[in-house]
């Protein structure tokens, strides 16, 4: 069973950069595509970043395409999101997700993710 713990989180300035971590466990952590998600206050979570399970495909909302970059090192087994250009709209909880099935490539749907976790709050304030 894959558990997944965000950090990195924190408060910024418009323009600024914050580094999500994702840390994972479980012996199959590394066969698993994984994503980025957010959601603000009222609104319904939304698709940020994704990764295939050998990091060789990733796929963005157009929102954070360019500003965004999504990573995985799966001998620390680890996600990042690297946050640059950062804007007030980006002011969202952000979750770290696991595919649902091991080998697969990004998915947006958050259907399409089976482990979740506990969230980090950004905060990007004018």
């Known amino acids: 069973q894959v558990q997944l713990v965000e950090s990195g989180g924190g408060l910024v300035q418009a323009g600024g950069s914050l580094r999500l971590s994702c840390a994972a466990s479980?012996?199959?952590?590394?066969?698993?595509?994984m994503g980025w998600f957010r959601q603000n206050p009222g609104k319904e979570r939304e698709f940020v970043a994704a990764?295939?399970?050998?990091?060789?495909?990733?796929d963005y909302a157009d929102s954070v395409k360019g500003r965004f970059t999504i990573s995985k090192d799966t001998a620390k087994i680890m996600v990042y999101l690297q946050m640059n250009s950062l804007k007030p709209e980006d002011t969202a909880v952000y979750y770290c997700?696991?595919?649902?099935?091991?080998?697969?490539?990004?998915?947006?749907?958050?259907?399409?993710?089976?482990?979740w976790g506990q969230g980090t709050q950004v905060t990007v304030s004018s």
């Open positions: 997700a696991a595919r649902s099935r091991p080998y697969t490539v990004p998915k947006r749907l958050q259907g399409e993710y089976g482990t």
């Open positions: 479980g012996r199959t952590f590394s066969r698993y595509a």
């Open positions: 990764i295939s399970w050998n990091a060789d495909s990733t």
